[in-house]
């Protein structure tokens, strides 16, 4: 890293991964100016936000989305960037992919056109989104310039009540410091209640850091990371692996470290959690009932009330048996295998409401290939629901995968924003767990009622 006096860093990129949807018009201004890839070996891609969810082995009917994915290819090519296309064994979410192949590393230094980078300081790495023209700037000389943000640490200590997950863990930090809390912050997520996760749940819960305005979330690197990692495909081998490790291991944070703010919360505390609004903040647990706006200042009253209005729904009330049309599993932030054993477990040797429409979408090919071996497939099918290909799927409407206007959806991604999954979609984000119990009465449920 290098410091501009009196203006940004200028940080050295590891790792730039790159996915159809913001990558175009960033080749498009390299070839503007006559420019190659300078470092194509560390930049992988993949297509996911456009790709279809069933019949990948065909042509893609959409023509925007054909478009974009069929340029990720030329580009790739020109370039000589590895990319992991449709129906490659290592296809699927650039966020899951990542971690999985072991791309992602401690000490890191990754970018991607794309908020949910954040995903990756699960692993104790600098990770974070960036716009187009900053995909051209690393594109063209593997570095970029930040602002250096303010730092935050958030301790988490104690155990988590049954039927708490780690998407529960964030929606809660996320309803108290509110969808902005988060802004001009790097955060760090401390304490027993994070080092007990897996690293899937690391994943999720540093997935949407970006949803409360911050920069990027992470969590230290610890012997759970380093098992996860060791015999990736593209993790380090024999005397590099130990030398990996001995830096890894020097990556935790200095005891006397000063943060610029600290905030500390007990893991009892939380319960399920649910949104019931039109930002990640609107959060509550499941149990509760929605509230009348009484503590927001008069300048905050008007989106609060134009939320819950678009959301049909009234102050006071109860979220427990609201009606769903729709449950999406899937996504960046849940569409790995762990998330998908949380979810067949729940609903093995049960049935699936007939009115619900249920969208299963794991986030790769890995992820899809186990989900066969281990009989989760099976699993699900017996119980109703149908099982997709990788992909992005509902998490956004830019591909066939839509909740139409109206409907409602419970769903394990990590926006609720109006139209997010469809114009005049309504989405409550949760668990999934909460998922599964709401797939299988048809209405918003306490998973524990099941547990």
């Known amino acids: 890293m290098e ?16 996915h159809e949807v913001t990558s175009p018009v960033a080749f498009a201004g390299l070839e503007h100016r006559g420019l190659q890839v300078f470092r194509p070996q560390q930049t992988i891609a993949t297509p996911d936000h456009n790709v279809p969810t069933v019949d990948q082995h065909l042509p893609i ?35 899951v ?30 990770a974070f989104g960036i716009g187009t023209s900053e995909i051209e700037m690393v594109l063209a000389s593997q570095c970029i310039m930040q602002p250096k943000p303010k730092t935050m640490r958030i301790t988490l ?23 902005s809390g988060g802004t001009g912050y790097f955060i760090e997520y401390a ?6 996760l897996s690293m899937e749940g690391r994943m999720t819960v540093c997935n949407m850091s970006i949803e409360c305005g911050s920069r990027g979330g992470l969590i230290a690197p610890d012997e759970v990371t380093f098992t996860y990692l060791k015999g990736r495909e593209f993790a380090p081998k024999g005397t590099e692996w130990e030398k990996a490790m001995e830096y890894w291991k020097s990556l935790r944070t200095d005891d006397d470290a000063v943060f610029d703010l600290e905030l500390k919360y007990n893991a009892a505390d939380i319960e399920p959690m649910i949104t019931y609004g039109t930002n990640p903040g609107m959060g509550m647990k499941i149990s509760a009932t929605i509230p009348d706006g009484s503590s927001l200042t008069e300048k905050e009253k008007p989106s609060f009330f134009k939320a819950l209005q678009y959301m049909d729904i009234e102050p006071g009330t109860p979220m427990l048996g609201r009606r769903v049309d729709y449950v999406f599993v899937g996504s960046c932030t849940n569409g790995r295998i762990e998330d ?14 007939s009115g619900v429409v249920a969208w299963i ?3 790769s090919r890995q992820v899809e290939k186990q989900a066969h071996a281990e009989g989760l497939v099976k699993v699900l099918e017996e119980a109703g629901f149908a099982f997709r290909q990788p992909g992005c799927s509902a998490c956004l409407a830019m591909n066939d995968d839509k909740i139409p206007e109206g409907k409602y959806a419970v769903s394990t991604s990590n926006r609720n924003f109006e139209g997010r999954q469809g114009p005049g979609a309504r989405t409550f984000l949760a668990s999934p767990l909460t998922a599964a119990a709401a797939a299988l009465t048809g209405k918003i449920t306490d998973p524990r009622e099941f547990l």
Do not use: W
């Open 3 to 18: 410091q501009i006096d009196n203006g940004p860093a200028v940080l050295y990129i590891d790792r730039h991964l790159v």
């Open 61 to 95: 009917r959409d023509l925007l989305s054909k478009s974009q994915v069929d340029k990720l290819t030329e580009n790739c090519n020109r370039h000589g960037i590895t990319l992991y296309g449709l129906n490659h064994p290592y296809q699927g979410i650039v966020h």
């Open 97 to 126: 992919i990542g971690p999985e192949l072991g791309l992602t590393q401690p000490g890191m230094t990754i970018v991607c056109g794309d908020s949910h980078t954040a995903t990756h300081g699960a692993f104790g790495s600098v």
């Open 157 to 179: 200590d104690g155990q988590l009540k049954k039927g708490v997950t780690a998407k529960d863990i964030i929606l809660f930090i996320i309803s108290e410091i509110s969808a």
């Open 191 to 196: 304490g027993s209640a994070f080092q007990n």
């Open 340 to 353: 998908l054993r949380a979810f067949a477990g729940f609903v093995k040797g049960k049935k699936k409401d």
């Open 361 to 363: 979408v794991p986030g």
